[in-house]
């Protein structure tokens, strides 16, 4: 595998459902992201995540949990949604998120959750 | 406080034609600036990117930018378009270099190639 990977592509969950969203990075990178990608609506970032720790959090609600266990994995921890969270979750990765020469962001294919 | 303005939200041009995506930007600091690129069910690619280096950018698949100070404009341009471009383009712009807090998405162009 190459650069970011996201799993699965697809989703389909009912309100009460609980389910992750995985991202892998294969490029080195030690700064990820999440993004949220609503139809009609300019890209919103979720989290960031520096040397697995959380640096940024723009007030995103608490059915959404991140986790970063090391530098090359990150998840997107889904319970009780809403329908309206239905969008493109995507993962990136970049070299650095605050300082460093080479800081643009890689993006995963996405996985396209449907709530229901 | 900075923020990127993609002029319009769809551009169609025919095949072999020139293809221009506007973008302007406003930033308190000496942005960078970047020009994603989104197939239907991908996820986005980085075609160029401007880091206070030469002012002419240019990018894959043919692609180029050139960074205006005086306009805060950052347009897209391609002398000859092809099918495989039809997609949609996002215009980023990142106030302070290394610092992943500060990227800033346009809202996105949508362009179609025509035969």
């Known amino acids: 595998e190459t650069g970011v990977t996201q799993t699965p592509r697809h989703l389909v969950m009912g309100m009460t459902n609980k389910k992750s969203l995985k991202c892998e990075q294969h490029?080195?990178?030690?700064?990820m992201y999440w993004y949220k990608q609503s139809a009609k609506k300019p890209l919103e970032l979720m989290f960031v995540?520096?040397?697995?720790?959380?640096?940024e959090n723009n007030s995103v609600p608490s059915r959404f949990s991140p986790e970063c266990p090391n530098s090359s994995h990150l998840f997107l921890h889904l319970h009780t949604l809403q329908p309206e969270d239905s969008a493109l979750y995507l993962c990136?990765?970049?070299?650095?998120?605050?300082?460093?020469?080479?800081?643009?962001?890689?993006f995963g294919p996405g996985t396209r959750l449907t709530v229901t | 406080a900075q923020s990127v303005t993609q002029l319009d939200s769809h551009v169609s041009v025919s095949e072999g034609t020139p293809v221009l995506l506007r973008c302007n930007y406003s930033?308190?600091?000496?942005?960078?600036l970047f020009w994603y690129v989104q197939h239907p069910n991908k996820g986005l690619q980085l075609l160029l990117k401007?880091?206070?280096?030469?002012?002419l950018v240019k990018g894959i698949n043919g692609f180029e930018a050139e960074f205006k100070k005086s306009e805060t404009s950052f347009h897209l341009t391609k002398p000859s378009a092809h099918m495989s471009d039809a997609a949609e383009y996002f215009c980023?712009?990142?106030?302070?270099?290394?610092?992943?807090?500060?990227?800033?998405f346009g809202s996105g162009t949508q362009l179609t190639v025509l035969p």
């Open positions: 990136a990765s970049s070299q650095g998120s605050f300082g460093g020469s080479s800081y643009e962001q890689y």
């Open positions: 490029l080195g990178h030690n700064a």
């Open positions: 995540y520096s040397l697995e720790e959380r640096v």
């Open positions: 930033s308190s600091y000496s942005p960078s």
């Open positions: 401007y880091t206070s280096a030469a002012t």
């Open positions: 980023v712009v990142s106030e302070t270099p290394g610092s992943a807090r500060q990227l800033t």
